[in-house]
C-alpha cells in the first residue's frame, strides 16, 4: 500500500512552454501532497503544500504564478511550470500524507519528474 | 538556524559491515517526527523508518534501525549487515508538530552511502 505515481517521469521541453506533471496517489486518498524540488546533489526543497478543494500553499520564495498546482480530487495533484526556462530544469518529486493504520502520519513520495528546459 | 544537520556527506562501508549516519536535529516543540528516506540513483525517495518523539523506545525496521537519543537531540540511522543494494543517497527528515494533513517535512542535505563488495 502507500503507492504515489508520477507522469510523465521525464520531460524535455522547449523554453517558453508551459509542462504539467501529475502526482497521483494509487491506493488510498490523500488531502494533502506536497512538491517539492531538488537540484543535483542537494537536497530536497518543499515548494508547495496542496490541499484538496482549495488553493495551495507556497513558500516563501516561490512563486505562485509560475508553477501552479491544482488538486482536484482525493488521488491527483498537478504541478504546471508555465513558460518554463533553463533554470527551471530540475527534479520534481511529489509526494502524499497518508494516515494509514500504523503507519505515523509518512509521506510517501512519487517517483520524481526530470524537467529539462532547452 | 539548520534545523536538521547530517555532517557527513559520503561514507564508505564494507558490506555485510553494520554503518551509522548522523542526523541532529532543533526544535523547540516537544511534539516532533523524525525520518530517514533513501534515495538510489533513479530519484525515488523511499521511506525507511519513523521515530516519534514520545516513543519510548528506538525504532527498528528490519536491518534500519533508529539511535533515538533525545537529550542530545540525535536521531542516527544504524544499517546492519549492508548490502550492495544500500548504496544511494540518505536523508533524514523532521515534521514539527503532532502530525496532520499540514505538517512540512525539512530535510537535511543527505548522506551518500557507497557499500564496497
Known amino acids: 500500500g502507500a503507492v504515489v505515481s508520477q507522469h510523465p517521469s521525464w520531460v524535455i521541453c522547449k523554453s517558453g512552454t508551459s509542462v504539467k506533471i501529475e502526482c497521483r496517489s494509487l491506493?488510498?486518498?490523500?488531502?494533502?501532497m506536497f512538491w517539492y524540488r531538488q537540484f543535483p546533489k542537494q537536497s530536497l526543497m518543499l515548494m508547495a503544500t496542496s490541499n484538496e478543494g482549495s488553493k495551495a500553499t507556497y513558500e516563501q520564495g516561490v512563486e505562485k504564478d509560475k508553477f501552479l498546482i491544482n488538486h482536484a480530487s482525493l488521488t491527483l495533484s498537478t504541478l504546471t511550470v508555465t513558460s518554463a526556462h533553463p533554470e527551471d530544469s530540475s527534479f520534481y518529486i511529489c509526494?502524499?500524507?497518508?494516515?494509514?493504520?500504523?503507519?505515523?502520519?509518512?509521506?510517501?513520495f512519487g517517483p520524481g519528474t526530470r524537467l529539462t528546459v532547452l | 538556524a539548520q534545523k536538521i544537520t547530517q555532517t557527513q556527506p559520503g561514507m564508505f562501508v564494507q558490506e555485510k559491515e553494520a554503518v551509522t549516519l548522523d542526523c541532529t536535529y532543533d526544535?523547540?516543540?516537544?511534539?516532533?517526527?523524525l525520518f530517514w528516506y533513501k534515495q538510489p540513483s533513479s530519484g525515488e525517495m523511499i521511506f525507511l523508518i519513523y521515530q516519534g518523539s514520545y516513543d519510548q523506545q528506538n525504532a527498528t525496521e528490519g536491518r534500519y534501525s533508529l539511535n533515538f537519543q533525545k537529550a542530545r537531540k540525535s536521531a542516527n540511522l544504524v544499517i546492519s549487515a549492508s548490502q550492495l543494494g544500500d548504496s544511494a543517497m540518505y536523508f533524514c527528515a523532521m515534521r514539527e508538530g503532532r502530525g496532520g494533513a499540514t505538517n512540512k517535512l525539512i530535510f537535511g542535505t543527505g548522506t551518500l552511502l557507497a557499500v564496497q563488495p
Open positions: 509526494s502524499a500524507r497518508t494516515p494509514l493504520k500504523g503507519r505515523k502520519d509518512t509521506q510517501y
Open positions: 491506493d488510498f486518498q490523500a488531502t494533502t
Open positions: 526544535t523547540s516543540d516537544p511534539s516532533y517526527g
